[in-house]
């Protein structure tokens, strides 16, 4: 089991910044992929990035140059962020911490989600 805690949404003007942060805890975190999803309204959650335990990281194209993913690795615990620059309107959305197990697929954790509002 795996459990995820998510902070850092909140309002922020078009071309500003944000820091997510997902605390996960649980037996073999640290092997886990760890993502960051997110769902505006009427639309289907997406992944915005990902990262793997070795840090290989992946994006989706309308956030790449100004997303960061990145993780902190210790025993039983993962710290994952997400840095927003340069943020836009389109970036509105509740973003999802994710944990995915690398093996086995039904292991699959969600966080309850963060809203990140970017509006003038």
């Known amino acids: 089991q795996v459990q995820l805690v998510e902070s850092g949404g909140g309002l922020v003007q078009p071309g500003g910044s944000l820091r997510l942060s997902c605390a996960a805890s649980g037996s073999i975190v640290s092997i886990y992929r760890m993502g960051w999803y997110r769902q505006a309204p009427g639309k289907q959650r997406e992944l915005v990035a990902s990262?793997?335990?070795?840090?290989?990281?992946?994006?989706i194209d309308s956030v790449k140059g100004r997303f960061t993913i990145s993780r902190d690795n210790a025993a039983n615990t993962v710290t994952v962020y997400l840095q927003m620059n340069n943020l836009k309107p389109e970036d509105t959305a509740v973003y999802y911490c994710?944990?995915?197990?690398?093996?086995?697929?039904?292991?699959?954790?969600w966080g309850q989600g963060t809203q990140v509002t970017v509006s003038s």
């Open positions: 990262i793997t335990s070795g840090g290989s990281t992946s994006y």
């Open positions: 994710n944990a995915a197990h690398p093996l086995v697929p039904s292991r699959v954790y």
